[in-house]
């Protein structure tokens, strides 16, 4: 049984939060669970006694989260992707500030609208005028770096006039 992932389009979140459900596990005919049901007791009890951290927060699980069948290696924390894109934009030298938060506020969109495809740019590019036109048409040399970057989509095909 192989059942496809879909994405689903929630016009209630069109421009704040993610848009997408979460897309749907591909589940093949032989695919072994550890669950506690089916866990030997001898191994049940060896992993009681262990201490389990999680991969991305290093935060420790309980033993139910490591039994469970829901994996989490696939989480994004928003607040911790927004403070390492910060971080990183910090390290350009050779650009501006208002490039370095236009380049942020882009990033974040885009994780969190969770565009995945060449094709979804002309639509982020709308939606994320639509949600940050005010704030755009307050601050010209921020508005300028938004038209910077939609240029240079452009220049890559990525969006047309």
Do not use: Y
């Not at 699980?61 to 894109?85: G, P, T, Y």
Request: overall charge negative; hydrophobic content about 40%; proline content about 6%.
């Amino acid at each position: 049984d192989i059942s496809a992932p879909r994405a689903s389009v929630d016009p209630a979140q069109s421009l704040h939060g993610s848009n997408l459900s979460p897309p749907t596990v591909l589940q093949f005919g032989k695919t072994r669970k550890l669950s506690a049901e089916r866990a030997d007791p001898r191994n049940r009890q060896l992993l009681q006694k262990r201490q389990f951290f999680h991969s991305h927060r290093a935060q420790p699980m309980a033993l139910e989260q490591v039994f469970s069948d829901r994996d989490s290696e696939d989480e994004v924390d928003d607040d911790i992707a927004d403070f390492e894109d910060k971080r990183m934009l910090e390290d350009f030298v050779d650009v501006t500030d208002d490039e370095k938060l236009i380049m942020h506020m882009w990033n974040s969109f885009v994780r969190k609208q969770r565009v995945l495809a060449d094709g979804h740019i002309p639509w982020a590019c709308e939606a994320f005028s639509r949600l940050h036109g005010k704030h755009l048409v307050q601050n010209p040399p921020l508005l300028w770096s938004w038209r910077f970057l939609m240029i240079k989509l452009w220049n890559h095909s990525l969006l047309d006039a």
